[in-house]
C-alpha cells in the first residue's frame, strides 16, 4: 500500500528531515520511505523506488514537504503519521516550553533569583557572557572550550573572591543540588561530594557509586586546566570549601590528571584540612605524596569510587583490583580468547569518546605495553602525526572527543559514528588482536550510543572471522540504570554483537591485559 | 541580539531605498526575509557561514526561540533592518561587511589550485555521509538512491558546459535541481558549488561572457526547487558565495595556503547535515573540467 502525507509551504531544517526518513525506515511494517520537498526529481524518485501516488506527482509542489511510504497497511500508516507528527511537534514543543530569552537581562527579568548558568557559546565571546553572569552573582558552567588561560585565570580569581562557582572552561559534567548539567548520568542522591578536572572520569566514578548503592550530594567540575600553575586551582580550592561546609556531604571524592607538583601539595593539604574523609584520584599520580596526607589514594577511576562508598558506609577502603565477574572466570574467560587469535594479531586498538577513560585505559597499560602510540600519548614520541586520516601503529589508543576528530562535526558522545568507522577499518588489520571502546551514556550523549558500536563491532568480528583471524572487542559502558539510555539495555546491545562487556574501563582494562598474558604464553 | 558582519549587497540595498516584506521562515540558526528582490534576504546565527545577502547576528538563544514567525513584516531600510513584533533591530551600518562576491578574488596558479584544491576536497569527503549525500559521485563510495538517480544527470551537465552547449546545459541543470532528502535538496547545493566553481574558471579561462549562461543556468534550476533553496542557486549564478566557500576559493585560486584551505572545507562541510559535502562535490565536478583556464 502506497501512502502520501502532504504540509503544503512547510519547511523543516534538514536534520528533522534525516530524523524523519531515518526513523520511518525503521517502523514495523514499512517496506520504503521517501520525506522531502516536493521538487520534480524528488517525485521521479518517489516513482523509481515506488512510493509515488497521483496525489504526490500532480498536485505537491516544490514548496511542500511530503512524507511517501510503502507499507502494509493502514494500521502501518497511521504509526507512520504518528511518528512523523511526533518528531516535528517535539521539536515544536520543545521551542515552546523551553523558551529561551535571548539576552541574560530578559532571563533576569523573568527570574532575578536565578543562580546557575551553563554557558555554551562560541569561545571569542564565552569569557564576556561568563563575566556577565559573574557580575549578577550567578554561577558559571562554562561547557565553551577555546577560551584563552588569561580569561580563565581573571574569570576564576574574580569568582573566587566572590564565592561563585566558575566551573570550567571545557567543562562537561556537574551535579548541583541533584540538578544534572550537560553530560551528566542519573546519579542517586548521597553524601559523597566529588570535585573534579575531568569530564569523563567523574562520570565514571559517580555511575559507579550509584551502582555500588551509594550516591553523590554534589559534583563539582573545575574544567581541565584548573590545577595547572597558571590557574592554581582556584575552582579545585572553591569547590572543596564548598563541600567542607555542605552537611550533605560526608566523604570527599578529588579526581584529577596529576597536577604541578606544588599545586598538588596545595591541594592535598587543603582536602586534609576539610576534616572530612577524602579520596583522591590524580590519574597515574604518585600515591606515596597522597597518603602522606592521610588521604585514600585510587589506583582508578573505578577504584575511587569503591573507596569512596566504603568510607560512606563506615568501612575501611581497600585497592579494587578485580573483576565484578570473579578472577576464575576472568582468567579463564581471557584464556580461552588468547588461544582463537591466528598467527601475527597481537596489538590493541582503544577507540575512545571520553578522553579521561582513554588516557586512564592508558595509564594502566603503559608499563605492560611499552609504547602505546596516541593522539594524546602519554609520551611525547609515541604521538600519532595523522590518527584521524592515517593507519594505526602497532598499540594504538585513540581519543575521538579531541580536536583532531571534532572540527567540524559533534562531540563523539553525541555522535558516535566515526568511532565506529574506525572500528570497522582496523578489523581488517591482521595484526590487531583487540579492540577496546568505551560506550558513555546519560543526558547529553547520543540517544543510543551503543547501537553505531555494536554494529560495526558485528561486522568486524564477521569479516575477521571470515579472513581466519579472531577479532576479540571489549567494552565498558559508562552510565546508571536510571539513564535515559539504561545501562543494562546499552551493555547488552554489545554483549548480543559479540562484545566482551565489563562493569569498569579499569576491568576492560586489566581483562584486555589478562588476555595479552596469555597470548604471551601460547605464542 | 546584534549584527556582527553583513553581506555588503545587503547593507548597499539597505542604504538606498526603503524595502517592506514579511518573515518567509524561521529556523534555529536562520530567519528567510521576503524582501521583493529576486531571492530571500536572511539573519543567520553568527556561528554559521554567512551567506549572499544576509546579516550575521549575535543572539543568546536560537532564532525560533526569540519570538520571530513567519509571516511577520520586516523591513530594510537606512542601514537598518527591522522586525518590529519581534523587537529585531539590527544596525547593519555598524556591521563588518563582507564582500561575497567571488569575482573579486584575484585568480593566481589556478591550475596548481584546480589540481590540489580536487585533492584536497576529495580526501576530506571520504568520510562524509556515504548513505545520504553526493560525495560518492567523486569519492568512489557505494552509490546511495541518490546519487544513481542523479550520476548520468550530472554527467550531461558536465557534458554540455564542456561542450559550450548553453541550452542543453540550462535544461540540464533543471534536470538535475531539487534532488534530496533536505531542505536544500542535496543536487542543489551540489550545483550551487558547481556554479561558482565555473565562474572563476572561465575568469581564469579569459571567457568572461560565460558568466551570463551560468546565470541562465543557475535561473533554471532555481525554477524546480524551493524558495530556499532557489535562492542560493540563484546567488551562485551571480557570483555569490557563503563565507566559507569565498574562503575557500579564496584560499586556493588567489594564492595557494594550505592550512586555510583545510580550514575552509572543514567550514563549509559544517554547513547543514549533507549541504557542505554536496557543494564540495559540485567543487570537484567543476574541477575535473578544462574551460580553457591558462595552464602553468
Known amino acids: ?71 502494509a497497511g493502514d494500521e502501518e500508516f497511521a504509526a507512520v503519521l504518528k511518528k512523523t507528527d511526533e518528531l516535528l511537534n517535539k521539536k515544536a514543543e520543545n521551542k515552546a516550553a523551553a523558551y529561551a530569552p535571548p539576552t541574560l537581562d530578559g532571563a533576569l527579568k523573568i527570574d532575578s533569583d536565578l543562580n546557575m548558568a551553563v554557558i555554551s557559546v562560541p569561545g571569542r565571546h564565552a569569557a564576556d ?69 575531568s569530564g569523563t572520569g567523574t562520570q565514571e566514578v559517580s555511575s559507579i557509586i550509584d551502582q555500588l548503592g551509594s550516591g553523590v550530594s554534589q559534583v563539582i567540575g573545575t574544567g581541565g586546566r584548573d590545577l595547572k600553575k597558571d590557574i592554581g586551582g582556584l575552582m579545585m580550592k572553591l569547590g572543596l570549601d564548598a563541600l567542607k561546609n555542605d552537611p550533605r556531604t560526608k566523604v570527599i571524592t578529588l579526581i584529577s590528571k596529576p597536577p604541578a607538583k606544588e599545586i598538588a601539595s596545595e591541594m592535598l593539604a587543603l582536602a586534609a584540612k576539610t576534616g572530612k574523609p577524602t579520596v583522591v584520584c590524580f590519574i597515574g599520580g604518585d600515591r606515596r605524596e597522597i597518603e602522606s596526607y592521610g588521604l585514600v589514594a585510587a589506583v582508578s577511576l573505578e577504584d575511587a569510587a569503591h573507596k569512596a562508598v566504603a568510607l560512606s558506609r563506615g568501612e575501611t577502603p581497600a585497592d579494587y583490583t578485580g573483576f565484578a565477574m570473579g578472577e576464575g572466570k576472568a582468567e579463564a574467560m581471557a584464556k580461552e ?54 593507519q594505526s601503529r602497532e598499540h594504538t589508543f585513540l581519543d575521538f572527543g ?25 578489523a581488517k588489520d591482521p595484526s590487531c588482536a583487540v579492540i577496546m571502546a568505551d560506550c558513555v551514556i546519560g543526558f547529553g550523549s547520543h540517544p543510543n550510543p551503543a547501537e553505531d558500536l555494536a554494529a560495526a563491532i558485528q561486522t568486524a568480528k564477521e569479516e575477521a572471522a571470515r579472513a581466519g583471524r579472531y577479532l576479540c572487542c571489549v567494552c565498558a559502558v559508562c552510565g546508571t540504570e536510571g539513564d535515559p539510555q539504561s545501562l543494562s539495555r546499552t551493555q547488552q546491545q554489545l554483549a548480543d554483537a559479540g562484545a566482551v562487556v565489563l562493569p569498569s574501563n579499569a576491568q576492560a582494562t586489566r581483562f584486555v591485559s589478562r588476555v595479552l598474558a596469555n597470548l604471551r604464553q601460547e605464542g | 541580539m546584534y549584527a556582527i558582519a553583513v553581506c555588503q549587497r545587503l547593507l548597499t540595498l539597505s542604504q538606498q531605498q526603503p524595502h517592506s516584506g514579511t518573515v518567509h521562515s524561521v529556523f534555529d540558526h536562520a530567519v528567510n526575509l521576503e524582501l521583493g528582490q529576486d531571492g530571500l534576504a536572511g539573519l543567520i546565527a553568527e556561528n554559521k557561514a554567512l551567506t549572499p545577502f544576509a546579516v550575521s547576528v549575535r543572539t543568546n538563544a536560537p532564532f525560533s526561540q526569540t519570538g520571530v514567525r513567519a509571516g511577520m513584516a520586516a523591513c530594510l531600510q537606512e542601514g537598518n533592518l527591522t522586525i518590529p513584533e519581534a523587537g529585531i533591530f539590527l544596525d547593519l551600518a555598524s556591521a563588518k561587511p563582507v564582500d561575497l562576491g567571488i569575482d573579486s578574488i584575484a585568480l593566481g596558479n589556478v591550475a596548481e589550485a584546480k589540481a590540489v584544491l580536487a585533492r584536497l576536497i576529495i580526501d576530506s569527503l571520504r568520510d562524509a555521509d556515504a548513505k545520504n549525500s553526493l560525495a560518492p559521485l567523486v569519492t568512489g563510495a557505494e552509490e546511495n538512491t541518490y546519487t544513481r538517480f542523479l550520476a548520468s544527470r550530472v554527467k550531461h551537465l558536465c557534458s554540455m558546459v564542456s561542450a559550450r552547449d548553453w541550452d542543453k546545459a540550462a535544461q540540464a541543470a533543471a534536470g538535475c535541481a531539487g534532488c534530496g532528502m533536505g531542505l536544500t535538496p542535496s543536487s542543489d547545493d551540489l550545483l550551487t558549488g558547481y556554479f561558482l566553481t565555473l565562474h572563476l574558471l572561465f575568469r581564469a579561462g579569459n571567457q568572461p561572457e560565460a558568466s551570463a549562461h551560468i546565470h541562465t543556468m543557475a535561473q533554471a534550476a532555481a525554477a524546480k526547487t524551493n524558495r530556499i533553496s532557489g535562492t542560493f542557486l540563484l546567488q551562485s549564478g551571480n557570483s555569490l558565495a557563503n563565507a566559507a566557500l569565498y574562503d575557500l576559493f579564496e584560499s586556493t585560486f588567489s594564492a595557494f595556503n594550505d592550512p586555510q584551505a583545510r580550514s575552509a572545507i572543514c567550514r563549509v562541510r ?7 559535502a554536496d557543494m564540495l562535490t559540485g567543487v570537484v565536478l567543476a574541477l575535473g573540467q578544462n574551460m580553457g583556464e591558462s595552464e602553468p
Open chain 1, 402 to 426: 579531541d580536536d583532531a576528530f571534532t572540527v567540524g562535526r559533534p562531540h563523539p558522545m553525541i555522535d558516535p559514528s566515526l568511532r565506529a568507522e574506525r572500528v570497522m577499518t582496523d
Open chain 1, 129 to 197: 557572557v561568563a563575566q556577565s553572569c559573574l557580575d549578577n552573582g550567578i554561577n558559571v558552567m562554562l561547557f565553551s572550550d577555546n577560551v584563552t588561560i588569561e580569561e580563565e585565570k581573571a574569570l576564576k580569581t574574580y569568582a573566587y573572591e566572590h564565592e561563585l562557582l566558575m566551573m570550567g572552561p571545557d567543562c562537561g559534567t556537574a551535579i548541583i543540588n541533584h540538578v544534572p548539567l550537560a553530560f551528566a548520568n542519573v546519579v542517586k542522591s548521597g553524601d559523597i561530594g566529588i570535585v573534579a578536572a
Open chain 2, 270 to 276: 559544517a554547513i547543514g547535515s549533507t549541504s557542505g
Open chain 1, 1 to 71: 500500500m502506497i501512502k502520501l502525507e502532504v504540509k503544503k509551504n512547510a519547511y523543516y531544517d534538514s536534520v528533522t528531515l534525516m530524523l524523519i526518513s531515518k526513523e520511518l525506515k525503521k517502523l514495523e511494517g514499512v517496506s520504503e520511505a521517501l520525506v522531502g520537498m516536493g521538487s520534480d526529481l524528488n517525485k521521479e524518485i518517489a516513482q523509481n523506488i515506488g512510493v509515488a501516488t497521483p496525489e504526490l506527482v500532480n498536485a505537491v509542489s516544490a514548496n511542500d514537504f511530503f512524507v511517501a511510504v510503502s507499507c
Open chain 1, 337 to 390: 580468547i588468547a588461544a582463537k587469535f591466528a598467527k601475527g594479531q597481537k596489538y590493541v586498538r582503544g577507540f575512545y569518546t571520553g578522553g579521561t577513560l582513554c588516557d586512564e585505559a592508558m595509564k594502566l597499560m603503559i608499563s605492560e605495553l611499552g609504547h602505546i602510540y596516541s593522539n594524546i600519548p602519554l609520551n611525547a614520541e609515541d604521538a600519532l602525526e595523522d590518527p584521524k586520516g592515517g
